[in-house]
């Protein structure tokens, strides 16, 4: 994979790769942290985010992301700016390179800097609420404890401000590594995200106070030794893309075999058979217990519905190049665990979702690399062994130690994605509410299904499926909101979608 700054490192690797920078580049703290600091600067001048006739307010920590915060104030004074410094701590409380950056204000300082303690927040809150903007440079990734004390006011005062609010690297009272709200938190409008995205920008609760993200390059180069976590972009998933030979018939482009469906939920296969069909596979069959027969009856006339008896499924399975198993599947069946250890031992790429996870549980060890498990973070939890609390506080470092521990392919549904397999993680954010609704994740089974019976390596399948998911959901948000839209309704966008991206590859 190839480096580059959209790229995601945990807290402790980004520490790692400046460290290497600084090894082998010859670059000082105080050298990286007067790049950051001008970078910033620069993004907020050239794109015309500030303006000089409007007060500007830069909340600095005594840490180094309130460091950056003070190059950056030196900058706005330099270009006349109405600049206002609010430190958190006095200069001899911040580190050596925070500490130096105040220096460095000198005579600019004078009048422009106030710092904060307990007989004069009540004034600094109120002065506050009058900011047009405020730059965020409180905690950055480094916080590892819940904000207490004078950080909570502040905090709390910036949210209650109208300005707009600019964080620097993470929003204040976010953890770097899981994205969760450390007691409370900056809602920015903008994260202005230095060198590398963090866990913490992408997953959790950062999706709510984020806002915009902009990654800005400051040299930092990581070390070969860590690893490569791409942020999965348009350019990467149009390479993925091919278009359909012409001369070609519908077994040519695959047959996904569904086995799912019970008289409580007869809905989920037919929706993860559909969203099949409108990816592109030729044919799709949803497989059903015989038992359960009349209640599975499709709404397009295209999907073929066969019944098994549990435990004997080969009938079904006659030409399939993919199949998927688990959607509306139901957990009382016994016979489930025979059919799940027939579809195990198969040389066919194979899908697993929802109630199929609870059967996968006993049956780990029968598991091969053409497997793909799509569970969100409670199915991903029940399945290895782990609390919710164990996943949702370090989902990065729960899917990783599972997946150096497994063959399969593993993607971890959340407001962003994670992919793992391959000895590699790749990341999706496209957060959308709007799709968290019933039948979505048999949507997304559908798609991934539907991509590997086309012939696509596992690798492309995931990440076509869960970025063309993600993509429709949001066309279907365009048109039905996020209130109103349902799993149909995603599945209703597919085409366009993929069309766009065949637009976007060139290859159409």
């Not at 950056?101 to 109120?126: F, M």
């Not at 180069?221 to 893309?241: D, G």
């Not at 799509?374 to 470092?397: C, I, M, Q």
């Not at 130690?401 to 994670?418: C, D, E, H, Q």
Request: charged letters at 20%; hydrophobic letters at 40%; aromatic letters at 8%.
């Amino acid at each position: 994979m190839k480096r580059n700054c959209y790229e995601v490192v945990t807290v402790a690797e980004m520490k790692e790769a400046e460290r290497h920078t600084c090894e082998v580049y010859g670059v000082t703290a105080t050298e990286l942290m007067e790049r950051a600091g001008a970078k910033v600067f620069r993004f907020l001048n050239d794109k015309r985010l500030i303006e000089r006739d409007k007060p500007i307010y830069v909340i600095c920590g005594p840490g180094n992301n309130g460091g950056d915060g003070l190059v950056l104030a030196r900058h706005l004074l330099a270009n006349d700016y109405q600049t206002r410094i609010i430190l958190m701590a006095p200069p001899g409380k911040m580190t050596k390179a925070a500490e130096a950056s105040y220096r460095r204000l000198g005579e600019a300082a004078a009048g422009n800097v106030v710092i904060v303690n307990e007989e004069n927040v009540s004034a600094v809150k109120s002065e506050i609420s009058k900011a047009y903007y405020i730059v965020d440079a409180i905690f950055g990734t480094g916080l590892d404890r819940p904000v207490d004390g004078l950080y909570t006011e502040m905090i709390d005062a910036i949210n209650e401000s109208a300005a707009t609010v600019f964080s620097i690297d993470i929003p204040s009272g976010i953890n770097g590594d899981n994205g969760l709200v450390m007691g409370t938190a900056v809602k920015a409008a903008y994260t202005l995200v230095i060198q590398y995205y963090k866990p913490g920008n992408l997953l959790n609760d950062s999706c709510d106070f984020s806002g915009s993200q902009i990654v800005l390059s400051i040299g930092i180069v990581k070390p070969e030794s860590l690893p490569v976590r791409p942020l999965l972009s348009t350019a990467r998933l149009a390479s993925h893309i091919r278009p359909r030979r012409k001369n070609s018939h519908k077994y040519y482009h695959g047959k996904v075999v569904i086995f799912g469906g019970s008289r409580l939920m007869p809905g989920a296969p037919l929706m993860a058979a559909e969203a099949a069909l409108r990816s592109g596979t030729g044919i799709a069959v949803v497989a059903v217990n015989g038992k359960y027969r009349r209640y599975v009856n499709p709404r397009i006339p295209e999907i073929i519905v066969e019944d098994y008896r549990p435990g004997r499924p080969d009938k079904a399975l006659e030409k399939a190049t993919t199949i998927a198993f688990g959607m509306g599947l139901g957990r009382s069946n016994a016979g489930n665990y025979r059919t799940l250890r027939r579809l195990l031992a198969l040389p066919v790429p194979l899908v697993i979702d929802a109630d199929g996870l609870f059967y996968l549980k006993k049956l780990l060890n029968l598991t091969q690399e053409n497997i793909v498990i799509t569970p969100h973070y409670g199915e991903f939890a029940r399945l290895f062994g782990l609390t919710v609390t164990d996943v949702v506080s370090n989902p990065l470092a729960a899917l990783e130690n599972v997946a150096r521990s497994y063959p399969f392919w593993i993607v971890l549904k959340g407001p962003t994605t994670m992919i793992a397999g391959g000895g590699a993680t790749r990341f999706y954010r496209r957060p959308n509410s709007g799709m968290a609704t019933a039948g979505s994740g048999d949507v997304l089974t559908g798609i991934i299904a539907s991509f590997l019976a086309q012939g696509y390596m596992a690798e492309e399948a995931c990440e076509l499926g869960v970025a063309l998911h993600s993509l429709a959901g949001h066309a279907a948000r365009k048109t039905y909101g996020e209130h109103g839209m349902i799993a149909s309704d995603i599945i209703t966008q597919l085409p366009a979608e993929i069309l766009k991206l065949m637009l976007d590859s060139g290859k159409l």
